[in-house]
């Protein structure tokens, strides 16, 4: 029983190599292939760059926005602050 079921198995894996043996990609079509791949590859790797300069200078803006806020609640309150002093002096 087990050496019928090894022959069996022997059998299916060469039929296996013997189609994969008849499937040969011509080289041109490979190179072919490599070249797009690689072109698809080096697409993403630009547009992750992009990406990643967009996002550094996106969050650079929002920094410098968010310190001139600051900076202009400081004066608003500083000047709520004066006009609170100048109006209790009336």
Not at 28 to 36: I, K, N, V
Not at 39 to 59: E, G, P
Request: hydrophobic share 45%; charged share 25%; net charge positive.
């Amino acid at each position: 029983m087990t050496i019928l079921r090894h022959t069996t198995q022997v059998d299916s894996t060469t039929f296996r190599i013997e189609i994969l043996n008849a499937l040969v990609i011509p080289q041109g079509e490979l190179d072919e292939l490599e070249r797009e791949e690689f072109f698809r590859l080096k697409k993403v790797q630009a547009k992750k760059k992009r990406d990643a300069s967009i996002q550094d200078a996106l969050v650079t803006h929002c920094h410098i926005v968010l310190q001139s806020n600051v900076f202009l609640l400081r004066v608003l309150h500083n000047a709520s602050m004066w006009a609170a002093v100048l109006c209790a002096s009336c």
